[in-house]
């Protein structure tokens, strides 16, 4: 697998739904960063997590970092149709970022 | 709350032309990146650039690819001699230090 992998490549819940996006690296890195890009536009940077953490709560996302299985998950809690979105992680490793193919997500009201 | 912006927003070219994309990041920033987004694909990292040189550089990023910081605040990509598969969606992103990267809205590049 490649550096940055996310799992599962699609998902889609209702609203109100908890939705869990799971990603996995291969290389040591100094964090881990995670993306949200609606269709066609730019990347919003959701949170960022570094190697020494464990959780991180922002809002309604909640995101952890097992760097012994090196794998993150993102969850977002109470999902709104708003929250529609492609969702990806990125590796930070000597600066540059290395992402992955991203999670479609689609919360249906 | 300051942002990174990018210009065009969409640019349209024929093949063989020179474009050139510019970039204004964060003021405070000292690293600063390019990245590419096939439609479709994952975003693929071009090129990283700090203190007036580029410190790294991807297989993608080859000799038709320049980057240049040519006055205190804009940050450009140029592509010399552009191909078909050129065409993507260009990023822009600076980040201060070992932290978030910052990106700018994008420029959409269609090369015909």
């Known amino acids: 697998s490649q550096q940055g992998e996310e799992d599962p490549q699609a998902l889609s819940i209702q609203e109100g739904e908890n939705a869990t996006m799971n990603c996995s690296y291969k290389?040591?890195?100094?964090?881990l960063q995670w993306y949200r890009q609606n269709s066609g536009r730019g990347l919003v940077h959701l949170i960022l997590?570094?190697?020494?953490?464990r959780e991180k709560h922002s809002g309604r996302l909640r995101v952890t970092l097992d760097t012994s299985k090196k794998s993150s998950s993102l969850l977002i809690t109470a999902s709104r149709a708003a929250d529609t979105a492609s969702y990806f992680c990125?590796?930070?490793?000597?600066?540059?970022?290395?992402f992955g193919q991203g999670t479609e997500l689609s919360v249906k009201p | 709350e300051p942002e990174v912006t990018q210009t065009p927003s969409h640019q349209v070219t024929q093949m063989g032309q020179e474009v050139i994309l510019r970039c204004v990041p964060i003021?405070?920033?000292?690293?600063f990146y390019w990245y590419r987004q096939i439609l479709g694909q994952k975003v693929e990292f071009l090129v990283s650039?700090?203190?007036?040189?580029?410190?790294?550089k991807s297989e993608i990023f080859d000799d038709q690819f320049s980057v240049e910081r040519p006055d205190g605040s804009n940050f450009t990509l140029k592509i010399r001699s552009t191909k078909l598969e050129d065409s993507a969606m260009y990023f822009c992103?600076?980040?201060?230090?070992?932290?978030?990267?910052?990106f700018g809205p994008g420029t959409r590049l269609t090369v015909l």
């Open positions: 990125a590796t930070e490793t000597g600066g540059k970022l290395i």
């Open positions: 290389t040591s890195i100094n964090n």
């Open positions: 997590i570094r190697s020494n953490e």
């Open positions: 003021s405070n920033h000292l690293y």
């Open positions: 650039f700090y203190n007036n040189e580029i410190s790294e």
């Open positions: 992103a600076s980040v201060q230090g070992a932290d978030t990267q910052y």
